[in-house]
């Protein structure tokens, strides 16, 4: 099986290729691939991300992967956008400005209630409610597992039916989102331990 992890010039991308290289697939080749010409090539890409979305989605587009990223996904294999690379697939973005994301999933990505008593950026380990406990992604995951969150910015969802899980930071907000092959979760996996490590399995043997 062959995954890769797209550059686009965002950090985390080494500890996401350990975690994947950690898991007990077998027959894993994890290349970390900022050539657009080659995304075709594997058989799952992973779409990480941790800094900000105006720069993030402009690198993204100038580089050329935009385009690639959207025919892989329009070939029906499987994503992950982990953190930032699961608000890139939103419509739109109001971190610092307002920018247009993949428009892959409707929705919007906006910062957490100001007026809220809330520590800013949310940091450390949160639950995350299990809204689809059949969904393949969760497979042997308990509800209400914790993982591992870094994020000032959140996403909102037009369509309910995209969120599968849910978390609560002063009010519910949702940290995983599905639709059909595109798959996002705002906690890192990376980062999460066993449990993490769990759903990258599950990632990988969809």
């Given amino acids: 099986m062959q995954i890769a992890i797209l550059n686009y010039n965002i950090g985390n991308l080494a500890s996401v290729k350990n975690a994947l ?7 894993l080749r994890v290349d970390i691939q900022d050539n657009p010409d080659k995304l075709l090539n594997y058989d799952k890409i992973i779409l990480p991300g941790v800094g900000a979305f105006g720069d993030a989605i402009s690198c ?11 025919d892989f996904i ?24 307002e920018h247009k994301g993949l428009g ?28 689809n406990n059949n969904h393949p992604l969760f497979k042997n995951i308990k509800d209400d597992v914790y993982l591992y969150f870094v994020h000032s910015y959140h996403v909102t969802c037009k369509d309910s039916k995209d969120i599968i899980g849910t978390s609560e930071y002063g009010y519910i907000f949702p940290s995983i989102i599905a639709k059909e092959n595109i798959l996002g979760m705002q906690p890192h996996p990376e980062k999460s331990h066993q449990e993490g490590l769990k759903i990258l399995e599950n990632f990988l043997m969809l």
């Avoid at 993204?60 to 959207?70: A, D, M, P, T, V």
Wanted: net charge positive.
């Fill in 21 to 27: 290289e950690n898991t007990s697939i077998k027959n």
């Fill in 60 to 70: 993204f587009e100038n580089s050329g992967l935009k385009e690639s990223f959207i």
């Fill in 104 to 131: 892959l999933i409707r929705g919007e990505v906006i910062k957490f209630n100001p007026q809220s008593q809330l520590k800013i950026p949310h940091m450390g380990w949160n639950t995350c409610r299990l809204k």
């Fill in 74 to 97: 329009k070939s029906g294999k499987y994503v992950l956008g982990i953190c930032l690379g699961m608000q890139l697939l939103f419509e739109k973005s109001f971190e610092f400005g």
